[in-house]
């Protein structure tokens, strides 16, 4: 296996580990934020 191949494997790895902690995330709050509503928070509207 070439360098290159074990770098995509492990970031494979990497975005479905991050992927799931973010779907379990999401099934506990599902609250969900427009674009309008995220600009306001941030005061940037």
Same mark, same amino acid.
């Given at each position: 296996?070439?360098?290159?191949?074990?770098? !995509?494997?492990?970031?494979?790895? +990497? &975005?479905?580990?991050?992927? #799931?902690?973010?779907?379990?995330?999401?099934?506990? !709050?599902?609250?969900?934020?427009? +674009? &309008?509503?995220?600009?306001? #928070?941030?005061?940037?509207?």
């Amino acid at each position: 296996m070439t360098i290159s191949i074990r770098l !995509n494997k492990a970031e494979d790895e +990497l &975005d479905m580990k991050l992927f #799931e902690e973010a779907a379990a995330d999401f099934k506990e !709050n599902p609250k969900t934020y427009t +674009l &309008d509503e995220v600009e306001k #928070e941030l005061g940037l509207r």
